[in-house]
């Protein structure tokens, strides 16, 4: 049975940090790429950021670009999202999701297999 399970989520003022990890088990982790997705309340889930099976190739979503950082650990089947400079628009519930698409890492949810329950993330000013 695969399970993503997302931690390091909290409250925290606009300008500071947070760093989310997620945990995966049961999938042979490296031959998935891994997606960030978040979800504010009333809004469609939105992508974040998403790194390759080797974690070669990341891509950011233009609004955390500089702010945000993913990486992975193959060894320790585990993918992290280092959050700074934190804004109120942030706030949202954060989600680790796992693909199976080969060629590049994907910026849609339908391209994700997996899904982790999420993090809450909340950004005060």
């Known amino acids: 049975q695969v399970q993503l399970v997302e931690s390091g989520g909290g409250s925290v003022q606009a300008g500071g940090s947070l760093r989310l990890s997620c945990a995966a088990s049961?999938?042979?982790?490296?031959?998935?790429?891994m997606g960030w997705f978040r979800q504010a309340p009333g809004k469609e889930r939105e992508f974040v950021a998403a790194?390759?099976?080797?974690?070669?190739?990341?891509y950011y979503f233009d609004s955390v670009k500089g702010r945000v950082t993913s990486s992975r650990d193959n060894a320790k089947n585990t993918v992290s999202l280092q959050m700074n400079d934190l804004k109120p628009e942030d706030t949202a519930v954060y989600y680790c999701?796992?693909?199976?698409?080969?060629?590049?890492?994907?910026?849609?949810?339908?391209?994700?297999?997996?899904w982790g329950q999420g993090t809450q993330v909340t950004v005060s000013s």
């Open positions: 049961g999938l042979t982790f490296n031959t998935y790429s």
């Open positions: 999701a796992a693909s199976p698409r080969v060629f590049g890492p994907s910026r849609e949810p339908r391209e994700y297999r997996y």
């Open positions: 790194t390759s099976q080797r974690g070669h190739t990341i």
